[in-house]
């Protein structure tokens, strides 16, 4: 019982900016941490950037000085700032959270948003 809501993707222009959020809600116990996919056509799903509870983070080499991870723990929701976009960057974008559920046993999962589109224009 597990809901990833993803929001502020859309259209920009090359070099332009967009902010993605995602909140997780449902009966999660705690979540270790959370991050950003991105599938572009043709192409496997990919990890953009991800966020450990304690603020680790590690970002995709292709996004490194232009996209930047922050959460806030206390919402369990996860924000991507992606500046200077570029073409390359167009693609799928899906929320991921991975933590223990509210379980008798409880194991480690790994929960999905829906998606959200980014496009980037030259």
């Known amino acids: 019982q597990v809901q990833l809501v993803e929001s502020g993707g859309g259209l920009v222009q090359a070099g332009g900016s967009l902010r993605l959020t995602c909140a997780a809600s449902?009966?999660?116990?705690?979540?270790?941490?959370m991050g950003w996919y991105r599938q572009a056509p043709g192409k496997q799903r990919e990890l953009v950037a991800g966020?450990?509870?304690?603020?680790?983070?590690n970002y995709a080499d292709s996004v490194k000085g232009r996209f930047t991870i922050s959460r806030d723990n206390a919402k369990n929701t996860v924000y991507l700032q992606m500046n200077n976009l570029k073409p390359e960057d167009t693609g799928v974008y899906y929320c991921?959270?991975?933590?223990?559920?509210?379980?008798?046993?409880?194991?480690?999962?790994?929960?999905w948003g829906q998606g959200t589109q980014v496009t980037v224009s030259s």
């Open positions: 991921n959270a991975r933590g223990l559920p509210a379980s008798l046993l409880p194991r480690e999962t790994d929960y």
């Open positions: 966020i450990t509870s304690a603020g680790s983070t």
């Open positions: 449902g009966s999660i116990f705690v979540i270790n941490a």
